[in-house]
């Protein structure tokens, strides 16, 4: 069974340099989406595509973050110019959109920690 | 303004007894709801849902109840095991909205 997969899992880094996230959804699921989740709290929504088209993006999501899925495959996450307030755990989830409601299947994230 | 609220942090129950975990949401537009199981280090996985048509949706030993009137979900775990010890999440989302919104978790702990 493959699930969604996120690499790398943790990350590491120091305050202003770049960093990029990449997940590989299920196979035939044409949504995938991205999420952001502090301690304590639950996953917050950033972006999600439908095959390779960026249909929504949330406010959380500033100009320093950009997500790309191209060929409607696999999908990036890149961070500019960290920031502490950036460390986090970035979730991945992806599910197919068939116009029915679909539940969605998460990754295991990958945990980023600003230094 | 946080739309989906589980306002337990935690809930400790006796192995082979019912957890019933609570969940409100105060957006109307919602019609699609579902329950998420988390362990430490890995990502939510999906346990079960129940659309806005339906009052009551059971999977095994997992039963969502929904109360639209009321805006409330409620997830019932019947006999409670210690595997069911987790963080559960609860979601909501509307028809061709793609992105689901998540409450903070309740932490379940089921003690042997």
């Known amino acids: 069974d493959t699930g969604v997969s996120q690499n790398p899992r943790h990350k590491i880094t120091k305050r202003g340099q770049n960093v990029t996230f990449r997940c590989d959804p299920i196979?035939?699921?044409?949504?995938l989406y991205w999420y952001r989740q502090t301690l304590g709290q639950g996953p917050e929504f950033l972006t999600y595509?439908?095959?390779?088209?960026?249909?929504?993006k949330s406010r959380l999501l500033s100009d320093r973050f950009s997500a790309e899925r191209p060929k409607g495959s696999f999908s990036t996450l890149e961070i500019q110019r960290t920031e502490q307030g950036d460390s986090a755990m970035y979730l991945c989830?992806?599910?197919?959109?068939?116009?029915?409601?679909?539940?969605?299947?998460f990754g295991d994230g990958t945990r980023l920690s600003i230094l | 303004d946080q739309q989906v609220k589980q306002n337990s942090p935690s809930l400790s129950v006796q192995e082979g007894r019912i957890s019933i975990l609570n969940c409100d949401y105060t957006?109307?537009?919602?019609?699609?709801f579902l329950w998420y199981k988390k362990y430490p280090a890995e990502g939510p996985t999906f346990l079960i849902s129940?659309?806005?048509?339906?009052d009551k949706n059971e999977d095994g030993r997992f039963t969502v109840f929904l109360n639209k009137s009321a805006k409330h979900l409620s997830l019932h775990i019947v006999p409670s095991q210690p595997g069911d010890s987790a963080v559960y999440f609860c979601?909501?989302?509307?028809?061709?909205?793609?992105?689901?919104?998540f409450g903070d978790g309740t932490t379940l702990t089921v003690k042997p």
């Open positions: 979601a909501a989302s509307w028809t061709n909205a793609g992105k689901s919104t």
């Open positions: 957006n109307s537009m919602f019609d699609y």
């Open positions: 196979s035939e699921h044409n949504r």
């Open positions: 595509f439908q095959n390779e088209a960026q249909l929504e």
């Open positions: 129940i659309s806005s048509i339906k």
């Open positions: 989830a992806s599910s197919l959109g068939s116009g029915q409601n679909q539940p969605q299947h």
